[in-house]
């Protein structure tokens, strides 16, 4: 069974850190397409980062560019979004996601979805 399993987010100030982990299970991450997207209450799904092979850099949309990064740990087949300088508009629930045939990063090119996890950022 494929399955995918976010962790770390958390409430933080404005200007602090948080790293994500997404520990997938049932296949290997790097024979597929990673991603992390957003959802903000009221707003559309977005996509924040995505690789979509091992010769291919990462994506980032232009709100977090700077800030956040995304890598994977293949011997334990999880990925992980680093997040930087975090903002308020940030605050989102954050869902890691994979894909063997995805090319991009829009949400409709993955089938592979976590529960995700929630990432408040305030004061």
């Known amino acids: 069974q494929l399955q995918l399993v976010e962790s770390g987010g958390g409430l933080v100030q404005p200007g602090g850190s948080l790293r994500l982990s997404c520990a997938a299970s049932?296949?290997?991450?790097?024979?597929?397409?990673i991603g992390w997207f957003r959802q903000a209450p009221g707003k559309e799904r977005e996509g924040v980062s995505c690789i979509t092979g091992s010769d291919t850099s990462p994506v980032y949309a232009d709100s977090v560019k700077g800030r956040f990064t995304i890598s994977s740990d293949n011997a334990k087949n999880t990925v992980y979004l680093q997040m930087n300088s975090l903002k308020p508009e940030d605050t989102a629930v954050y869902y890691c996601t994979a894909d063997s045939a995805a090319w991009g990063c829009e949400p409709y090119e993955y089938d592979f979805w976590g529960q995700g996890t929630e990432v408040t950022v305030s004061t």
């Open positions: 049932g296949f290997r991450l790097d024979y597929y397409a």
